[in-house]
């Protein structure tokens, strides 16, 4: 049997994540062996530059010297003790002194679970139920949070997968993205039960979706006239943006935050803090609960400290900025000479495709936009050397890796792939 072939027979689908598989591409999944900077090298010796990073922790790059000798040294000591070690108090200090609302924090095994703490810290907090979120906006797989907008003018949800509960979806609320008329009519109807409002800053799991002038500034109004928690889910855009988070640049201060990706240095890790009186409902001193017996893990720990102080040092984000910015100016004058209708979002080292007219506000917006174009620009993409992440709605991610040279062998790949 080929690897495809095990795959299948020994895992559903042939995945351990959905994406991996390809279907939204319409190909048949890649089998990597080994990486290193901005190259996947595939089990049959093929050499891709790679724009999907693990869709978002290798800002270094792959397995950059730092962060495999921090990994190393960590792991001869031991790879889990479920006991407090110094590394972890020290990598939660510099969490911390770069995003200041986040006042108290603890460390978690993956963005889904933070995020899934987050709100249960919120419901104990508030002693309310309702959750609002955004459609498009995706924060991990938790039951809660796993829905889509319902019909009607409340925003109640339905669960958007099997083995959801319809009664635990409907305590969550909906709303479009960037839609403040939507948005008071759901808090004018549900604002006395509603315990949190929670966003991507920068939407990034539909492809890249700017917030409007002034929405997040509007959130935290409305959050503090109801009474509900603001969290941030900065999951993607965490030390991604800035050495630090997307509201340090925007300026809006959340009352939880959720981390993940980047702090890992590739290894899994979640985060989520917020303000101190909020943060001390956890147990064992509050009656909030949460545990893990991988949280903190000492590999996961060490690899973040690592990347983190690599990022403190060398402070990349502008020339990271500055290069993305000038691979995608190429990018959109190939598609304007050719005829090509496609919108090209960029924020610091993000960037996706949208193969539609006009601007991509919304969940909608994104729906709108045809996939088949870019499956077929992502299939030019991966024969000649290119991988891109494997939807039409994921985000692409530059790293410091991605030199000139990386750069401008992808600006002309994927410029073919558009024409």
Do not use: W
Not at 124 to 153: M, P, W
Not at 338 to 347: E, S
């Amino acid at each position: 049997m080929n690897l495809k072939q095990r795959a299948e027979a020994a895992i559903p689908s042939g995945v351990n994540s959905p994406v991996r598989a390809f279907k939204s591409v319409g190909q048949d999944p890649i089998y990597v062996r080994r990486a290193h900077g901005p190259y996947l090298e595939t089990v049959d010796g093929r050499q891709l530059i790679d724009f999907c990073m693990s869709f978002g922790p290798l800002i270094l790059g792959h397995a950059h010297p730092d962060v495999v000798e921090a990994i190393q040294k960590a792991a001869e000591k031991g790879t889990s003790f479920a006991v407090t070690t110094e590394a972890e108090i020290e990598l939660a200090e510099l969490i911390k002194s770069a995003i200041p609302s986040m006042e108290k924090l603890r460390l978690v095994s993956s963005g889904t679970e933070a995020a899934m703490t987050a709100l249960r810290l919120a419901r104990g907090f508030t002693e309310r139920n309702k959750i609002l979120k955004f459609s498009g906006c995706y924060h991990g797989h938790s039951d809660a949070l796993l829905v889509q907008a319902g019909s009607g003018v409340a925003g109640i949800a339905t669960a958007s997968s099997s083995g959801v509960p319809e009664a635990l979806a409907a305590e969550t609320l909906v709303c479009p993205l960037n839609d403040l008329d939507h948005l008071m009519d759901i808090v004018d109807e549900h604002g006395h039960d509603l315990a949190a409002i929670t966003v991507e800053p920068v939407a990034a799991n539909m492809g890249l979706v700017m917030p409007e002038e002034g929405f997040l500034e509007r959130l935290r109004e409305i959050c503090n006239l109801c009474g509900a928690l603001l969290i941030f889910d900065e999951v993607i855009t965490g030390f991604r943006l800035t050495f630090g988070g997307c509201q340090n640049i925007c300026g809006v201060k959340p009352d939880i935050t959720c981390l993940g990706k980047v702090i890992g240095g590739g290894m899994p890790i979640g985060a989520v803090g917020g303000r101190a009186d909020i943060m001390d409902m956890l147990a064992p001193n509050g009656p909030v609960y949460q545990a893990g017996t991988l949280s903190g893990n000492p590999v996961s720990v060490a690899a973040g400290l690592a990347t983190l102080r690599r990022l403190q040092k060398d402070d990349p984000y502008e020339e990271l900025e500055k290069k993305t910015s000038s691979l995608v100016a190429e990018l959109r004058s190939t598609a304007d000479l050719n005829g090509v209708t496609v919108q090209i979002p960029q924020l610091g080292s993000l960037f996706s495709f949208f193969f539609k007219e006009g601007p991509v506000t919304s969940f909608a917006d994104v729906q709108a936009s045809d996939p088949e174009p870019f499956k077929r620009m992502f299939a030019h993409c991966l024969k000649n050397g290119i991988y891109l992440p494997p939807s039409p709605f994921e985000v692409c991610f530059a790293s410091t890796e991605h030199d000139a040279n990386v750069l401008s062998k992808a600006a002309e790949t994927i410029g073919h792939g558009l024409r």
